[in-house]
């Protein structure tokens, strides 16, 4: 796709793995029909993106690392091997529009701005603000007013402080995401040095 734009909406690292802790909390009634956590563990496992150069993160692949993952340690690697994807996709000189989720929940007008202008397309800020006031999952185990209610215990709040910073370590993110993704030239930036 030679004319796409890439967006890259984020969250911070806890935000992130909060949020799909308290899917999983969320989840459990029904899980037993679907899956199994090893299953849901080998989702965020199975195809970690890793950045170029592979063989600098080839780590991340380690059989003996995955098997003893936990879930929400599994989502803390997926969520710093795609951040440090798009730093790296920034560097070889991709344009991408990254935006934090909190600036769009709070600024939603702006944001969409910057989101039209950045794709070329119409800005119709009244249908993505319609969309985003509507709780899609309504009724569901996904809605907003039941995640909301979902408790992460204590023993997993603990593991993603402690896989965070561990992998935020050996990924090289110790910023924010948005310092991060700002403090990266790509190669026309370096050319023109």
């Known amino acids: 796709f030679p004319n796409s734009r890439t967006i890259f909406l984020y969250r ?7 949020s799909f802790m308290r899917v999983m909390v969320s989840f459990t009634r029904q899980s037993f ?7 849901m563990l080998e989702y965020w496992t199975n195809d970690i993106p890793l ?33 440090a994807c798009i730093k790296a996709y920034i560097e070889q000189g991709i344009e991408i529009l ?18 039209a202008d950045f794709t070329g397309l119409p800005n119709l800020e009244e249908k993505p603000l319609e969309a985003y006031n509507k709780d899609s999952q309504a009724g569901a185990f996904l809605s907003r007013g039941i995640l909301a209610k979902a408790k992460i215990k ?4 603990a ?20 310092e ?8 026309l930036d370096r050319e023109n040095d």
Not at 12 to 18: A, L, R, S, T, Y
Not at 58 to 67: E, G, I, Q, T, V
Request: with cysteine.
């Open 12 to 18: 911070n690292i806890k935000e992130n793995v909060d």
């Open 33 to 39: 029909l679907f899956t199994g956590e090893s299953e």
């Open 51 to 83: 950045p170029d150069p592979v063989g600098k993160y080839r780590w991340a692949l380690n059989p003996s690392l995955l098997k003893e993952m936990s879930l929400p340690g599994s989502i803390v690697l997926n969520w710093c091997s795609t951040v």
């Open 98 to 115: 990254h935006m934090d989720y909190k600036v769009l929940v709070n600024s939603p007008k702006e944001s969409w701005q910057r989101i």
């Open 154 to 157: 204590k023993k997993d709040q």
């Open 159 to 178: 593991i993603i402080e402690q896989e965070s910073i561990k992998f935020l370590a050996a990924f090289d993110l110790q910023r924010t995401v948005e």
């Open 180 to 187: 991060e993704l700002n403090s990266v030239k790509g190669v």
